[in-house]
């Protein structure tokens, strides 16, 4: 499971990808950047231990239940797909800066997610803005896409968060 | 870790609840009803290993750390939320039905969720319609709320849920 800290992309130039290596705070993130993180493989049996424990329904535990379902085989639960977008930020540079998740709006899964897929994230930086009663912090909405290896969207979502600002 | 089927409550006259043991198919599923789940109690332990897994934040793993951010205490991933609330549906009695999540809308995390809390959940069906090109199925929008012990809302948002109908 391949991670880094996450690459920027200036847009909408498209220059070679710089991998940040400093803290991010509220401060750095602007809008426009996009940081690239992943691939995550989607481990069979991590998959049905997860979907096991958590979201045991029959397309998400047996292949010829999925079928009957008119899926290609057993497939994610959802909250397996939130996991490993959540894993996939474990490096992120900004990891210090979070104070917490706001909210998710416009969440979609427009496709099945399926053992042995290999998982990209792209996240986009939509917008900043500080808070207004608590100087300390600032609020980021990001765009999250994530893709499988024949590059299809499997999840896309807005996230909103809370970012502490650069201390001192 | 209590779990029903689903009781229903009919609204708005909220005469006793009614649990139900029967499948519930696209056309058992009314605008209007109430459905509630759980508790689900939060060992610490559990949330402590979900975090270290998915979302390893400091907030997430040591008490300090969240108290700098203004927090109580540890939190739970935004993740570990939505998966006790899907743990919570496993005995839903429309659980046969499901054929997939189509998306989430306006999701919100209100009030973080601590160890120790015990989390009820509460679904109220907004809106149902046949699936416009596959007579075998329908769409069922859902409100789902979570509260903690003291009645305070965790998490909301609408789930959009797509159903078999009735066989046959």
Chains 1, 2 share one sequence.
Not at 84 to 108: C, H, P, S, T, V
Not at 115 to 136: A, F, M, N, V, W
Request: with cysteine.
């Amino acid at each position: 499971m391949p991670q880094g800290r996450g690459t920027r992309v200036p847009r909408p130039s498209r220059v070679p990808r710089m991998t940040t290596t400093a803290t991010l705070w509220f401060e750095d993130v602007r809008p426009g950047e996009t940081f690239h993180f992943g691939p995550y493989h989607v481990d069979r049996d991590e998959l049905l231990a997860f979907n096991r424990r958590w979201d045991p329904l029959p397309i998400h535990l047996d292949d010829a239940a999925a079928r009957a379902r008119g899926l290609k085989g057993l497939s994610a639960s959802g909250q397996y797909t939130l996991c490993i977008k959540q894993a996939m930020l474990n490096g992120a540079a900004w990891r210090e800066a979070i104070i917490g998740a706001l909210g998710f709006d416009e969440l979609r899964f427009p496709h099945p997610v399926h053992p042995g897929d290999d998982i990209r994230l792209e996240i986009e930086c939509l917008e900043t803005r500080p808070s207004q009663s608590k100087p300390d912090r600032g609020i980021v909405k990001f765009h999250f896409r994530l893709y499988n290896q024949d590059e299809v969207l499997v999840l896309s979502y807005l996230d909103t968060v809370m970012f502490a600002r650069r201390p001192g």
